[in-house]
């Protein structure tokens, strides 16, 4: 039974052979060599510009392959297409520059009229040059890479799947993800203020408040508090505090808390309790839904503590000079 491969490369080289021929015969007709002769007087040129393309091709080769090896020693391998792509670019510049130099020998006047298409070109594609630089910028300085959650002032927030030399792509997430995209122009990310809740660490403060009546048992209702959040968050927070008591931080002065925090404060309804915990940011709205389903479980089975919620009351005298109350369902009556 004959190869399948073999059929196919037979078929492949017909067709080389066959496009050979045909090119040929346009040549001859349409007197191409005419032009192609004349090209002899600049062979030296020639030769320069097929060796330097050669030569970059090679040594974007071996660079890549180098560059490659580095990012996936240091488990950054997400970030390589992105680098790859700016060595690419700077590499190309130079040799074109290199290849200019070499062939062109009125290098003033070309650098003068470089200079006015440069400005003429850089006035009429204003909005692509300001999405360039961004993405340089993005580059440069690293506010956040792929897969980061971010927000982005007046854009708003999502994970970063793609950054090209125009626009950054994002999963939006609106506490959770809505199944919607994001396409933004890289200009935004030079007038625009970003936050990143994932750099250096993908947990963040996030906090659950909960407001108790004045006649409540405030000590009693601080304890359900703190134990609802604990219950559902210490065990992540201790693990965390104990690595990070080890592992050099990006706030390095920063406290250390392995156990949910409380934190209080009046209101006219009643008295605030806060609990301030760690949570995973892709995990934020769910985590946030379990503690506030806990802190209700709890509060329901006790009798001396109520949470507060906005309501009218009402202390009057009546004839008998007795002091009452009426609350806001008994107003209309």
Same mark, same amino acid.
């Given at each position: 039974m004959i190869d399948k491969k073999i059929i196919f490369r037979g078929k492949f080289l017909i067709k080389i052979l066959i496009l050979l021929i045909i090119l040929y015969y346009l040549g001859s007709k349409l007197n191409i060599f005419e032009y192609i002769l004349p090209l002899e007087n600049y062979r030296n040129e020639i030769i320069i510009i097929v060796i330097l393309i050669l030569g970059t091709l090679i040594f974007l080769d071996i660079s890549l392959?180098?560059?490659?090896?580095?990012?996936? /020693?240091?488990?950054?391998?997400?970030? @390589?297409?992105?680098?790859?792509?700016?060595?690419?670019?700077?590499?190309? @510049?130079?040799?074109?520059?290199?290849?200019?130099?070499?062939?062109? /020998?009125?290098?003033?006047?070309?650098?003068?009229?470089?200079?006015?298409?440069?400005?003429?070109?850089?006035?009429?594609?204003?909005?692509?040059?300001?999405?360039?630089?961004?993405?340089?910028?993005?580059?440069?300085?690293?506010?956040? /890479?792929?897969?980061?959650?971010i927000s982005i002032k007046d854009i708003g927030m999502g994970d970063v799947y793609k950054i090209d030399t125009m626009h950054i792509y994002l999963r939006e997430v609106v506490l959770e993800p809505t199944g919607r995209n994001l396409i933004i122009p890289n200009a935004y990310i030079l007038t625009n203020a970003i936050t990143n809740y994932t750099k250096g660490s993908q947990y963040i403060w996030d906090n659950v408040r909960v407001a108790?009546?004045?006649?409540?048992?405030?000590?009693?209702?601080?304890?359900?508090?703190?134990?609802?959040?604990?219950?559902?968050?210490?065990?992540?927070?201790?693990?965390?505090?104990?690595?990070?008591?080890?592992?050099?931080?990006? @706030?390095?002065?920063?406290?250390? @808390?392995?156990?949910?925090?409380?934190?209080?404060?009046?209101?006219?309804?009643?008295?605030?309790?806060?609990?301030r915990y760690l949570v995973d940011a892709y995990e934020w709205a769910d985590i946030k839904t379990k503690i506030v389903n806990k802190i209700i479980e709890k509060i329901d089975k006790e009798k001396d503590v109520e949470i507060a919620y906005p309501h009218v009351e009402i202390i009057y005298k009546n004839n008998e000079g007795m002091y009452l109350k009426k609350y806001d369902e008994d107003i209309d009556k």
């Open positions: 392959e180098l560059i490659k090896g580095y990012f996936e /020693k240091k488990g950054e391998l997400r970030d @390589f297409p992105i680098f790859a792509s700016v060595f690419k670019y700077i590499t190309w @510049f130079i040799a074109g520059l290199i290849a200019i130099s070499l062939i062109y /020998k009125n290098i003033g006047s070309l650098l003068m009229s470089l200079g006015i298409i440069g400005a003429a070109l850089t006035f009429a594609l204003q909005r692509p040059i300001m999405n360039f630089a961004g993405w340089i910028n993005i580059i440069l300085t690293r506010p956040f /890479k792929i897969n980061d959650r108790i009546t004045y006649e409540s048992d405030i000590e009693k209702a601080k304890k359900l508090v703190f134990e609802a959040c604990d219950e559902v968050v210490g065990t992540t927070m201790r693990r965390l505090a104990e690595i990070w008591k080890n592992k050099p931080r990006m @706030f390095a002065k920063s406290k250390i @808390f392995d156990k949910p925090v409380i934190r209080m404060n009046f209101l006219e309804r009643g008295v605030e309790i806060k609990v």
